[in-house]
């Protein structure tokens, strides 16, 4: 039976693409953006494997690093070899700290060495002056997807607990931890979390970017750290000790010297022991990284570990990515499409100011200030000139261990970001590498990146036609510059720091739309698990104003057939196919949407869909116009 584009755009277009791709054992989603690394990453795979032997000759000390670093994540025999014994030292050095205080004296050097830890560290710009870097101390995941899951008990959470309780089982029995002993590890790590998890923020509250900005001084940080002397052990690995930090987790740390003690230090000592093990396992060999993985598996229904070289390829991006996406971009994109797509995001930014400047509910302060963000957002097309400067900073021994060689990683990435604590944000940074199948808008920045991965088929080609090429990335080029005024981007100024620019009757106005975009999604359902509208609702009105957008550059005397071409191209960039078990977890954690939502909900909003496809009442995709919202364009 044909499906008819007005009753589901999504299925018309990707119905027999969803019925007949199967999804790979090893993967728990496939999809357009998937097929597309899929191919970037075998064109790699084999280059880094040249370059590594010399028959692809390259000066870039950085891209060589990535190249060694990738033969020795593929070295299967070696890591077969070596077993468990790299983790060992590591192991035992976290279980010879018996008592809280033999556990303070080794903080510094806990910190310095990437150990676990009931905090970590990030750096970033400051929320509150968007030029200068600002350290940031936060708390842990919990084991379950989201803080808000442990407030109640039920099937389908005992059954989470139960398979991360075998997972940790089975890799304490690889160090010798077993029987009672492992019982009691697994117990006092369940204890840790779950007293955690009651301080943690949910991932709804995370969705919202103000909640994560909670400023402390460093006095205040040390003083309720005291006890457990975290903050001071910090102080002596940094730099330099700053003024003040961030804390996104501010209940969390409040509470870190009651959830430390002297009475409870085993829960957290044998917590630290199983997050090491799933933390480095998969850098062992490939019984261990296979068991390491087996709860995000048991999570997303992934019947299979990853294949190795996959593995191994996404090993070598953990940290030397840019590198990679660098030599991605200047082998495999070309200079002709890379100006292309600059003229059609240069298009999308005028036709917005044009939105803004004609825009009815907005007084004319607030609109300024908006027009301003979009006068000054950086674009970053295809790939960086250079790599940043941490690159400089990262080595690999080919003569090491693949563990060792990671920690090594760790340990020199987190000591650089540390050393920038305090000093000017590097705004020509880029927060994705060149050869990455995805897109960002960056608030504390105020730039919209795209790599060279997403800038071709099935997304962009050189030789599309416009309709098409506005489909297919146009829109998600608008949806990141959208980014810049949804419910997060909006409290950002020009310059990326958090700043209330808007009048208060336009935050009002603006408020009503937010509930309106977060209605529209809230309770349909995917795979039979209710959306979260407003734990989505940032992405969803970005997709919204991003096709609007783009529908106007397309102009308003687009044919009939553009129209469906542009809609077309817009549900074939989106094709999604997901496991169940995946779909649960994506629902509870991500701030997205599922695919076939992101397809149909937002094209009712618009007249141009009524006129290509002629949906009316009792279509799938007929929307009453009361109901219909358009952000900026009215």
Same mark, same amino acid.
């Given at each position: 039976m044909t499906v008819r584009p007005a009753d589901d755009l999504y299925m018309a277009?990707?119905?027999?693409?969803?019925?007949?791709?199967?999804?790979? $054992?090893?993967?728990? %989603?496939?999809?357009?953006?998937?097929?597309?690394?899929?191919?970037?990453?075998?064109?790699?795979v084999r280059d880094l494997r040249a370059i590594n032997a010399g028959t692809i000759a390259t000066a870039d000390q950085s891209l060589l690093a990535a190249a060694r670093l990738f033969v020795l994540a593929d070295d299967r025999e070696a890591r077969n070899r070596l077993g468990v014994a790299p983790i060992r030292t590591r192991v035992d050095y976290l279980m010879s700290l018996q008592d809280v205080g033999a556990w303070r004296a080794a903080l510094p050097t806990l910190w310095r060495e990437q150990y676990p830890l009931p905090l970590s560290t990030f750096v970033m710009a400051d929320f509150h002056d968007a030029t200068v870097n600002m350290l940031n101390v936060s708390g842990p995941d919990p084991i379950l997807p989201d803080a808000a899951m442990y407030q109640e008990t039920n099937a389908d959470n005992d059954a989470m607990f139960a398979a991360w309780s075998q997972m940790a089982r089975t890799l304490l029995a690889a160090v010798g931890i077993t029987g009672r002993t492992a019982d009691r590890y697994v117990d006092d790590a369940l204890n840790f979390d779950r007293r955690a998890a009651a301080l943690l923020p949910t991932n709804e509250e995370f969705a919202v970017d103000t909640n994560w900005d909670h400023p402390l001084s460093w006095q205040d940080f040390a003083e309720v750290t005291a006890d457990t002397t975290l903050a001071t052990a910090l102080a002596t690995v940094l730099p330099n000790q700053p003024v003040r930090i961030n804390t996104p987790t501010p209940r969390y740390v409040a509470a870190l010297d009651r959830l430390v003690t002297?009475?409870? #230090?085993?829960?957290? %000592?044998?917590?630290?022991?199983?997050?090491?093990?799933?933390?480095?396992?998969? !850098?062992?060999?490939?019984?261990?990284?296979?068991?390491?993985?087996? #709860?995000?598996? #048991?999570?997303?229904? %992934?019947p299979q570990p990853t294949e190795w070289h996959k593995h191994a390829f996404a090993v070598a991006n953990? !940290?030397?990515?840019?590198?990679?996406?660098?030599?991605?971009?200047? +082998? !495999?994109?070309?200079?002709?499409?890379?100006?292309?797509? +600059?003229?059609?995001?240069?298009?999308?930014?005028?036709?917005y100011e044009v939105q803004l400047q004609n825009n009815t509910w907005l007084s004319p302060s607030t609109r300024d200030q908006a027009i301003a963000k979009l006068k000054t957002m950086r674009i970053k097309m295809g790939y960086p000139d250079h790599a940043a400067p941490v690159y400089q900073h990262l080595h690999v021994d080919p003569d090491a261990d693949l563990l060792g060689a990671m920690v090594r990683l760790e340990r020199e990435?987190?000591?650089?970001?540390?050393?920038?604590?305090?000093? $000017?944000?590097?705004?020509s940074e880029w927060q994705m590498p060149g050869h990455l199948v995805n897109a960002c808008y960056d608030p504390s920045m105020n730039d919209i990146t795209f790599p060279a991965g997403i800038l071709q088929p099935p997304f962009y080609a050189l030789y599309w036609s416009r309709a098409a090429k506005l489909g297919g990335t146009g829109a998600t080029?608008?949806?990141?510059?959208?980014?810049?005024?949804d419910n997060n981007g909006a409290m950002f100024d020009e310059h990326g720091t958090m700043n209330n620019w808007w009048q208060e009757a336009d935050k009002v106005a603006f408020d009503h739309i937010v509930d309106a975009v977060a209605q529209q999604f809230d309770g349909r359902? !995917?795979?039979?698990?209710?959306?979260?509208?407003?734990?989505?609702v940032s992405e969803n009105m970005a997709d919204n104003a991003g096709m609007d957008v783009a529908l106007a550059v397309l102009g308003p005397d687009a044919s009939v057939a553009a129209l469906r071409e542009f809609f077309t191209a817009y549900a074939r960039s989106w094709a999604t196919k997901m496991r169940p078990e995946r779909a649960k977890t994506v629902l509870r954690?991500?701030?997205?949407?599922?695919?076939t939502l992101r397809v149909n909900v937002p094209v009712m909003n618009f007249s141009e869909w009524y006129r290509a496809y002629g949906a009316q009442p009792g279509d799938g995709e007929y929307l009453p116009p009361a109901q219909r919202v358009v952000i900026w364009d009215r």
């Open positions: 277009v990707n119905g027999a693409w969803q019925a007949q791709t199967v999804i790979p $054992p090893d993967k728990a %989603q496939i999809g357009a953006d998937s097929d597309l690394g899929d191919e970037i990453r075998a064109k790699l002297a009475d409870n #230090y085993g829960q957290w %000592q044998h917590m630290a022991v199983i997050q090491e093990l799933i933390d480095h396992s998969r !850098y062992l060999s490939d019984e261990l990284r296979q068991a390491a993985g087996a #709860y995000q598996r #048991y999570l997303s229904g %992934q953990e !940290y030397l990515a840019e590198p990679i996406g660098i030599y991605y971009g200047r +082998t !495999y994109f070309g200079a002709a499409a890379k100006r292309d797509i +600059t003229g059609l995001v240069r298009e999308l930014i005028a036709q990435e987190t000591a650089y970001r540390w050393s920038t604590v305090g000093q $000017p944000v590097d705004r080029i608008g949806h990141e510059i959208s980014h810049s005024f359902h !995917y795979e039979g698990v209710p959306v979260n509208g407003r734990l989505t954690q991500d701030v997205h949407a599922p695919a």
